[in-house]
């Protein structure tokens, strides 16, 4: 197994991307491909924006794992 595919174990997205990443991202502990990173940030943008979790035909564009990451992230006091 080459060191990509050992990286990429480190991400729970990383089997669904062809070709596998070179490189990965670190967010609040989670280690995740770039293509999720960039993912992540935009949709805490998103969720800073409106104020609460996006309506349903935003989230509908983000993966439920990086609706999660983020919601665990979220000071929701």
């Known amino acids: ?3 990509y ?3 990429a174990k480190e991400c ?3 089997s669904k991307h062809v070709p596998l990443p070179t490189v990965l991202r670190e ?3 989670t280690v995740v491909c770039p293509t ?3 993912n992540i940030v935009e949709y ?3 969720w800073e924006s409106f104020g609460s979790r996006p309506m349903g035909s935003i ?3 983000f993966s439920e794992y990086v609706q999660q990451i983020v919601e665990q992230s979220i000071d929701k006091n």
């Open 12 to 14: 729970k997205c990383c």
């Open 1 to 3: 197994m080459s060191e």
């Open 59 to 61: 989230r509908k564009h």
């Open 44 to 46: 805490k943008r998103l």
């Open 36 to 38: 999720t990173f960039s």
């Open 27 to 29: 967010y609040n502990g």
């Open 5 to 7: 595919q050992e990286k």
